[in-house]
């Protein structure tokens, strides 16, 4: 009887193959760690996008209803959105009154890392009234639309919304 003796051989042969083993499976999840980081980045970037648009959007509607308290405590034609150069940026101010206004001012503002502005433009309509690209100018009605700016990371962004204002008093 006797008994099979592995030979020096094959033990080489298997701790070799043990350790191609270990260089395998290292390597596996080296590739899935540097794969599940890339995913956490890119997840941290748009986070950061999703949340400076989403300030920006309320900067714009801020300003958007700045414009209709201006609008509402003005004369239309005299200190209003009637008597402001149309084409220019403008921005909201709080004057130090009693009680506080609004007054838009020419230029555009800094906001932390954002940059607003309001333009003002004439609108024209047609015969229906309707608004049209050429047509008559209407006294009464002005554009404006207010652009909300910001870098990130080398890159542009901007929120951009329009509204009409008419003269409605």
């Known amino acids: 009887f006797m008994l099979l003796q592995p030979s020096r051989n094959n033990v080489k042969s298997q701790r070799g193959g ?10 596996i999840i080296v ?10 980045s890119a997840f941290l970037v748009t986070s950061q996008i ?11 509607q801020e300003a958007l209803e700045i414009v209709r ?24 101010v709080l004057s ?6 609004w007054t838009l001012t020419p230029g555009s503002e800094s906001i932390n890392e954002f940059t607003r502005s309001i333009e003002f433009e004439e609108v024209q309509r047609d015969g229906n009234d309707d608004i049209v690209a050429i047509g008559t100018v209407d006294p009464d009605t002005v554009k404006a639309t207010v652009t909300v700016s910001w870098e990130e990371r080398g890159r542009s962004h901007q ?7 008419t003269n409605w008093n």
């Open 18 to 27: 043990l350790l191609v083993e270990i260089v395998v499976v290292v390597g």
């Open 31 to 40: 590739g899935a760690l540097v794969a599940i980081l890339g995913l956490a």
């Open 50 to 60: 999703v949340q400076q648009t989403s300030q920006a959007t309320a900067l714009v």
């Open 69 to 92: 308290n201006y609008r509402d405590g003005t004369d239309w034609a005299v200190d209003g959105l009637g008597a402001l150069t149309l084409g220019d940026l403008y921005y909201p």
């Open 96 to 101: 130090g009154g009693s009680p506080p206004a």
């Open 159 to 165: 929120v951009e919304l329009e509204a009409y204002f």
